[in-house]
Structure formats: structure tokens, C-alpha cells
């Protein structure tokens, strides 16, 4: 292919790190003034690359080389059974699938940041940092004291970022631990979810498609590979939703935040997986 389709090296999580600065800063001043506009944007941003950003594990994983017979559909195969299996176990045991589904959230968020932030050349996203990174977006959704005080650790690890001219860094930490203190918490992880962690994840993807190719084309591939996905997961989320007992569809009823959370579980697992075993190919080549 000739160098003049290929996008400079790490051009695209450059762009995608300043587009989530830009995303957090602007819905989190927003849901100050306008919260009905701020959540209706947000809404969006889940509900597409939110959603999306884990839709192209079978292809990926397909891609670096896990090649089962069968192919993509057995790829596919085996991350929806694990997926199930994962639901089922969730619903069988709410408190135990509470306690992985924050244990798994936590490491994710972190290694995701983390290696998104090596991508854009950082050095800081080793040890105390990365765990950093990965309690935020969980802070962010609870708001209570020990919330405040990882904000706090942020807000001074962005300080001494500050201090030695790293502000790409300072921002990373300063713009979260802000989302954390001066929005209403649903929302507030919604914004991080769809407008900052599935952005990065996907720019990641982007950025270390082998294929190559300009910016465009690989966002329209990732779209071809990721639509039919995003139709099964929601359909999938649907029947879960609908076929678990005692489920009621008023957001305050007490055992939708069980199925709910089972539901995140199931989709965390296997894409953790996936990201996990992509990692670790990228890593080693």
C-alpha cells in the first residue's frame, strides 16, 4: 500500500484525545446549565459508540490471528456463550457478580486509559496512576466520600503533571476527577463511558488496524464490522431484559439495578477477554 494511504503514526488517538478532553469538558458544563440537553447527548453517544465499541471483538480477535475453525461465526460463537454463561451466573449470584463486575471495571478502565495514553506517547501510566485512571470512571458513578478523595489524588496527580509541562497527561486526570465532583452521577458516567472511554477504545482500534488505509476508510470498516453486532447485542439485552423475573419497567424498582448489572457483566467478560488477548498480540509484535 502506498504511504500516502496510511495515517501518520498515532495520529488518530492524538485527535481522539483531544475530542474526549473537548466531549467530558463541554457535556459536563452542559449538564450544569441544560441536564435535559446534556442527557439526550450523552443517550447517544452510548447508545452508538458506546455500545459499538466492544461489537468488533469477534473480527478483532479474528484478525491478530485467533482463527478457529469456523471462523468469525466461531468466534462469535463462543463470546456469546461466555457472555450467557456470564448473565446466568450474574443472576444466580447478584452480590458476588457486583463485586467482579467493580473489580473488572476497575482494571479495564484503567488498562484501557493506560494504553491509550501509551499510544499517544505518555510515560505516565504505569502502577499507581493506571489504578488511578481505572477508579475515576467508577468514582464518578457513586459520589460518595471515598469518591472525593480519589478525585482529590487526581486532581494532585494533574497539579504535578501541570507543573512539568505535561498537560496532555494533567488533563487526562484533571477533566474526570471535575466530571466526578460537578455532575449528577448517572450522567456523569454516561458522559465517561460514550464520550471518553468507548472514543479512545475505538481510536485505539483505528489506530492499530493493520490494514491500513486513511482515517475514513477504517472508520467505515470498523462500521460494517461492527453493525451487525450492535443488532444482536441489543436484541440480546432485550430478552434478557424481558425473559428475567420480577423485572419491573420502572427505573426505581430495586431489581433492575440486579439484571442491569448482570447484563454490563455479561458484555464485560468476553470483551475484556478481547481486549486482553489483543493487547497482549500488540504488545508482543
Not at 19 to 40: D, E, H, K, Q
Not at 76 to 101: E, Q
Not at 142 to 155: G, H, I, K, N
Not at 183 to 197: A, D, E, I, N, Q
Amino acid at each position: 500500500m502506498d504511504a500516502s494511504e496510511h495515517v501518520a503514526r498515532g495520529a488518530i488517538v492524538r485527535r481522539a484525545r483531544v475530542a474526549t478532553w473537548c466531549a467530558v469538558a463541554i457535556l459536563g458544563a452542559l449538564a450544569r446549565v441544560r441536564p435535559g440537553a446534556a442527557r439526550a447527548v450523552t443517550f447517544a453517544l452510548v447508545g452508538t459508540l458506546g455500545i459499538a465499541h466492544g461489537a468488533t471483538d469477534d473480527a478483532l480477535l479474528h484478525r491478530i490471528g485467533y482463527r478457529p475453525r469456523g471462523g468469525r461465526l466461531a468466534l462469535s460463537s463462543v463470546y456469546g456463550t461466555l457472555a450467557v454463561a456470564t448473565f446466568v451466573a450474574a443472576r444466580r449470584a447478584p452480590k458476588v457478580a457486583a463485586r467482579a463486575l467493580f473489580a473488572l471495571s476497575w482494571l479495564h478502565f484503567g488498562r484501557g486509559d493506560a494504553a491509550f495514553a501509551r499510544a499517544c506517547g505518555s510515560r505516565a501510566h504505569l502502577g499507581f496512576e493506571s489504578l488511578l485512571r481505572g477508579a475515576l470512571p467508577l468514582c464518578i458513578a457513586q459520589t460518595d466520600a471515598r469518591s472525593r478523595v480519589v478525585a482529590a489524588l487526581a486532581a494532585l496527580a494533574a497539579l504535578r503533571h501541570a507543573a512539568r509541562g505535561d498537560v496532555a497527561d494533567a488533563l487526562d486526570l484533571g477533566l474526570p476527577a471535575a466530571l466526578l465532583l460537578a455532575t449528577p452521577k448517572r450522567l456523569g458516567f454516561g458522559v465517561y463511558f460514550g464520550g471518553w472511554h468507548a472514543v479512545r477504545h475505538t481510536a485505539l482500534l483505528l489506530e492499530r488496524d493493520a490494514r491500513g488505509g486513511p482515517l475514513g476508510t477504517r472508520a467505515a470498516r470498523y462500521a460494517r464490522e461492527s453493525v451487525g453486532n450492535v443488532a444482536i447485542a441489543l436484541a440480546a439485552g432485550a430478552v434478557a431484559f424481558v425473559a428475567s423475573p420480577k423485572i419491573s419497567l420502572r427505573a426505581a424498582e430495586p431489581n433492575n439495578e440486579d439484571v442491569f448489572g448482570a447484563l454490563i457483566l455479561a458484555i464485560t467478560v468476553p470483551h475484556q477477554l478481547a481486549v486482553w488477548l489483543f493487547e497482549r498480540r500488540a504488545y508482543a509484535a
